[in-house]
C-alpha cells in the first residue's frame, strides 16, 4: 500500500471501534447470538458476527503496523472479551498483546 492515509484509517477504524463496542454488549440478548451459539462451533465461522470479529482482528494487524499501539491493544482486549468466535486465534492474540504491553506500551504489570 504505497498510499497509504494513515488519517484516513484511523478515522475508519474508530468508527469501526465504537460500532463494534456499542452492539458488543447488546449482542448477546438477541435472538442472533442464541442461534451462534446452538451452532456447533466449525459453523459459527459462517455467521456474521464471526466476520465482525475477523476483521476486528485484521483491524488489529494494521493498527500495529501504523503503530497505534493504545489502540492495538484495546481491540485484542475487545477481541479477547468475547470467548465464542475465532477461539484458535485466542493465543496469537494473547501472545500479540502481551507483546504489545511489554516492548511498546511498557506497561509490565499488565503482561
Known amino acids: 500500500m ?7 484509517f484511523c ?3 474508530v468508527t469501526f471501534f465504537r460500532f463494534y463496542s456499542t ?3 447488546f449482542m448477546q440478548y438477541t435472538l442472533s447470538y442464541r442461534h451462534d451459539k446452538a451452532l456447533v462451533p466449525y459453523l459459527r465461522r459462517y455467521t456474521c458476527t464471526a466476520q465482525i470479529i475477523r476483521c476486528l482482528g485484521y483491524a488489529a494487524e494494521v493498527l500495529q503496523k ?4 493504545q489502540q492495538a491493544a484495546d481491540t485484542y482486549n ?6 465464542m468466535y475465532s477461539l484458535s486465534k485466542r493465543g496469537y492474540w494473547y501472545d500479540r498483546l502481551a507483546l504489545i504491553y511489554d516492548f511498546h506500551i511498557k506497561a509490565k ?3
Open 2 to 8: 504505497k498510499h497509504f492515509c494513515k488519517l484516513t
Open 11 to 13: 478515522k475508519q477504524y
Open 23 to 25: 452492539i458488543s454488549f
Open 66 to 69: 501504523v503503530k497505534q499501539w
Open 78 to 83: 475487545l477481541l479477547l472479551s468475547q470467548n
Open 109 to 111: 504489570d499488565k503482561v
